[in-house]
């Protein structure tokens, strides 16, 4: 019954993480091998799945692996006197939990992959594209749904130009906005002029080829990028108001696709999640 509890648990290892049942074993070479195979193939599904291919790397290299160990144990044992704590079910179980705890505080204090959903970024983020936010110092941690601190303020104060994922109140709901306006700013956006304290931010650029698009550049603190109006609408975008303590108002790049800051409110500082700091 040993013997067939250990097969079934070697099996059904090596399927979920070929790389443990090697080390299991004492394979420790192996454990290697199948581990970089495992990273190259896990790369091209992730990279298969983002381009909306089907991918079964991952699946073959676990049948392999599976068939591969059953092969080589089928006559070794491993020796008492040389046993080590990933030779037992709870050692070697232990390491995928220990990475996933580091993973899991790591995504929920400090750095989280974030997906662009919406066209509210355009033209400088892409719907499909993959980012990278830092989070420690802005005072909302948590990941998967699950909050595990928010608190009232952030230590770290995001600047103009900056772009960050929040929460908005109304809905709970996570979105990607750019940093306009700071506590105490004047915010005046008059058709597709903005002013910030009564000073002009934005200048003309161009228009895009199909004439549908008013491009615009926007400098705010050091930050430099382009935004665009829909012609057609545009000239109906008026907006002023005054940022009130711990809040922040915030808009989309894309101005005439973005639910923000002009229809429901200012962001409060609480609401912060993460600024973006790479994207690919």
Request: proline residues 3%; contains cysteine; hydrophobic residues 45%.
């Amino acid at each position: 019954m040993k013997t067939l509890l250990n097969k079934l648990f070697l099996v059904l290892l090596s399927f979920i993480a070929a790389p443990l049942s090697f080390l299991y074993c004492s394979f420790k070479k192996l454990t290697w091998v199948y581990f970089l195979l495992w990273i190259i193939t896990t790369s091209m599904d992730v990279y298969l799945f983002f381009n909306h291919q089907a991918s079964f790397f991952n699946f073959i290299l676990f049948l392999i692996a599976t068939v591969h160990i059953l092969i080589i144990t089928r006559k070794v044992e491993q020796p008492q006197s040389n046993i080590k704590f990933y030779n037992k079910w709870w050692g070697v179980l232990s390491i995928p939990l220990c990475l996933f705890l580091v993973f899991f505080l790591v995504r929920s204090f400090i750095f989280e992959p974030f997906k662009v959903v919406t066209k509210v970024m355009n033209p400088n983020l892409h719907q499909g594209e993959m980012l990278i936010i830092k989070k420690w110092g802005y005072g909302s941690y948590g990941t998967y749904s699950i909050d595990l601190i928010n608190l009232n303020s952030a230590t770290k104060k995001p600047k103009r130009g900056d772009i960050f994922v929040f929460t908005q109140t109304v809905n709970n709901q996570t979105f990607l906005m750019r940093i306009i306006g700071l506590p105490n700013d004047e915010i005046n956006l008059n058709k597709s002029v903005l002013m910030i304290n009564n000073e002009i931010m934005s200048t003309h650029k161009s228009y895009s080829q199909d004439m549908r698009m008013h491009i615009l550049d926007e400098s705010l603190d050091g930050n430099t990028y382009e935004v665009q109006y829909n012609i057609r609408r545009f000239q109906d975008g008026n907006y002023s108001g005054v940022v009130p303590e711990n809040h922040y108002f915030v808009l989309g790049d894309n101005r005439d696709q973005s639910n923000d800051s002009r229809y429901w409110g200012f962001l409060p500082e609480s609401n912060l999640v993460g600024k973006l700091i790479y994207k690919w």
